[in-house]
């Protein structure tokens, strides 16, 4: 389901919400970046809606706030605002907890959809240290729902605390690497968040009696951010038994409820017509695995399924990167898990190029809206899949020099947003050893695109089909949509029809 706001136009003016921006100007933040940051909250300021009230938060060590409470965006006020902003001078330590505590007592007693702008290029060093309390204080401090978008800027920031803080505070994290520029990255979120938005989202599937139809599953995103003018959000899940009736979406615009109803009718499947949503949704439960693994720890049952979803439909990590590179791995049994678990310690890193680059890798996997948002993810999953060196910048070591038919590095662009800038830049990220076709994956093994579904016992009973011979012509007419994506290459196909592998 793809989800677009149609805003009525007379109501917009009636709309207000309340912004804190809370910015890191510790020591760290000396130089160009506290520059960047500068100009970004300048940016804010110069752009906030009339309709709308705002508070700054400054920290280091100490914490200095613009006003006690929410002021209003009166052209007085943000020229008062700007005058703060540029005598601001980055010294001192990072304390985290109480630039947040600050922060939500600063939205005390309001029902105006609250957005707290939270910037950090450190780990705590000043005040609470521990990420956990950090966490469970923003938690308890959140009495507003006030959501929180963080920002990580550099290697050095503690990113999975962001994550944290961000999921359970209603929000998002963007992580910007060291030669990107901040001022472009705030600008640009605040250009969308910064528009009419609908709140509270929420949906549901009624039957044509009216009744509610609970027959979805693993349905992501989990929760619908608040959507603003412009966005647009794809839902994707899984439902058993056909369903005839209607979507119902709910929100708030303002202080006024809406509702928009939509008929729809989900049939049991016919075949492989559509078959690429099931790889785009296994792409995004790939990412909440990983996701929840890295927050909340490692469960026997996730790791099973994050190797089972990684060899059923190509969705290469850099923890099962070794899939599509060692011919046999995937008929290793428990030893796949393993060995998994094994690469899964490196979430255990919560600072670094490392931690950055798996943190920003996980965000796109559980963002990917199209088939062009997952196979980017794709390919730099893999080509991330071995740690980064710890001194200097970002490693690869997740593709060996190996001969590959022509043509299958070009999976599909689409759009990186979120992703770290070493991972965009890396030019050993343009070749794959995993190839998809709707909703099956091809692994490169040997010099030729083996069927990731075809068990060992079944590869070993191989019928070789000559090409534009009759059979040939006979399986491409009957499996035409399976097979159509996969004739343009000259290396040969293993792929599994009807229980027999045919080589075509």
């Avoid at 290697?155 to 990107?180: K, M, Y």
């Avoid at 995004?284 to 469960?299: H, K, N, Q, Y």
């Avoid at 979430?347 to 670094?352: P, V, Y």
């Avoid at 043509?407 to 050993?428: E, F, H, Q, S, V």
């Amino acid at each position: 389901m793809m989800i677009h706001p149609d805003f009525p136009v007379t109501k917009q003016d009636d709309v207000s919400k309340n912004i804190v921006l809370v910015l890191d100007k510790s020591g760290s933040m000396r130089g160009e970046k506290i520059e960047q940051a500068r100009n970004a909250l300048l940016y804010v300021l110069k752009n906030i809606s009339s309709n709308d009230h705002f508070s700054l938060v400054l920290y280091d060590s100490q914490i200095q706030t613009f006003r006690e409470s929410l002021a209003p965006a009166t052209q007085e006020n943000r020229d008062a605002a700007i005058a703060f902003v540029k005598q601001m001078e980055a010294s001192g330590g990072t304390n985290i907890d109480g630039a947040l505590d600050t922060a939500f007592r600063t939205l005390k007693d309001n029902d105006r959809p609250s957005y707290i702008v939270f910037l950090t290029d450190g780990e705590p060093t000043v005040g609470e240290r521990d990420p956990r309390r950090i966490v469970t204080n923003a938690v308890s401090a959140n009495k507003q729902r006030a959501r929180i978008l963080s920002f990580g800027v550099g290697h050095d920031v503690n990113s999975r605390l962001l994550d944290q803080i961000s999921r359970d505070c209603f929000g998002q994290t963007f992580l910007v690497a060291p030669q990107e520029n901040i001022e472009e990255s705030v600008s640009k979120l605040y250009t969308r968040f910064g528009q009419v938005a609908l709140a509270d989202v929420r949906w549901q599937a009624l039957l044509d009696n009216g009744s509610h139809y609970d027959g979805f599953r693993q349905v992501y995103p989990a929760k619908i951010q608040d959507l603003f003018s412009g966005d647009q959000v794809t839902l994707l899940g899984r439902y058993k038994n056909s369903f005839e009736g209607k979507l119902q979406i709910e929100g708030m615009l303002g202080k006024q409820a809406l509702k928009f109803e939509q008929a729809v009718k989900l049939e049991n499947s016919t075949g492989s017509e559509h078959s690429y949503i099931a790889a785009l949704w296994a792409t995004r439960r790939v990412g909440a695995i990983i996701d929840e693994i890295d927050l909340e720890g490692s469960r026997e049952e996730l790791v099973r399924e994050l190797v089972d979803l990684s060899q059923r439909y190509g969705i290469i990590t850099p923890y099962t990167a070794f899939l599509a590179e060692e011919p046999n791995a995937r008929f290793a049994g428990a030893a796949r898990e393993a060995r998994t678990v094994e690469n899964l310690k490196r979430l255990e890193s919560q600072a670094g190029v490392d931690a950055f680059a798996q943190r920003g890798l996980k965000g796109m996997q559980g963002r990917a809206a199209n088939l062009a948002d997952a196979e980017s993810a794709q390919r730099l999953a893999q080509s991330s899949s071995q740690p980064a060196p710890t001194s200097g910048a970002m490693g690869f070591g997740g593709q060996s020099a190996r001969s590959r038919p022509g043509g299958m590095g070009a999976m599909g662009g689409g759009g990186l947003g979120g992703m770290p800038a070493d991972l965009k830049n890396n030019p050993t990220a343009k070749d794959s050893t995993v190839r998809q076709s709707g909703d099956r994956a091809f692994f490169w093994q040997a010099d030729k695109w083996v069927d990731s579904t075809a068990t060992e016992e079944q590869l070993k009973k191989v019928e070789v089909v000559e090409r534009f011979s009759e059979k040939y012509f006979s399986l491409i007419e009957k499996h035409r949509e399976l097979l159509k994506s996969l004739l343009d290459e000259d290396a040969p196909i293993q792929v599994l029809i009807d229980n027999q592998v045919y080589q075509l």
